[in-house]
């Protein structure tokens, strides 16, 4: 069965933030169960505007990083600054918009793209 364009890209939020999660350690159960919400808020939010499909995958990111604030803390930490510097969190930029990015604002630069934190080497 084809999955309908909002069906997909909820589809790609999901696995990209997962993706994420995962390579940071924290995919525990508790924790995938904040990505099912994130996922099943965002739904309803894009029925209600589908034109805003291709920005599903870093309001997702957003959503759960917000969850895990509270529940958690910090994530993800920024892998790209030195161990001397105090842990701090990426940023999503653009917070509404396609092609989503993990952003450090101390070091002001681009650290990946959404899903692909795995790939970035840790100092
Ligand atoms: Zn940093």
């Known amino acids: 069965m084809e999955l309908n364009p909002l069906e997909q890209a909820l589809h790609t939020a999901r696995a990209l933030v997962m993706a994420d999660l995962a390579a940071g350690g924290v995919a525990e159960a508790d924790i995938v169960s904040l990505v099912e919400d994130a996922v099943t ?3 309803w939010w894009v029925e209600q505007w589908p034109e805003g499909a291709e920005f599903i995958a870093g309001l997702v990111a ?3 990083q917000d969850a895990l604030l509270e529940r958690y803390g910090r994530w993800p930490l920024c892998p790209a600054c030195s161990a001397a510097e105090e842990p701090h969190a990426l940023d999503v930029e653009p917070e509404l918009g396609p092609d989503p990015h993990w952003v450090c604002t101390k070091a002001a630069v681009a650290v990946a793209p ?3 934190l795995g790939e970035v080497p840790r100092r």
């Open 62 to 64: 957003q959503d759960v």
């Open 41 to 43: 808020h965002r739904r």
């Open 114 to 116: 959404v899903g692909a």
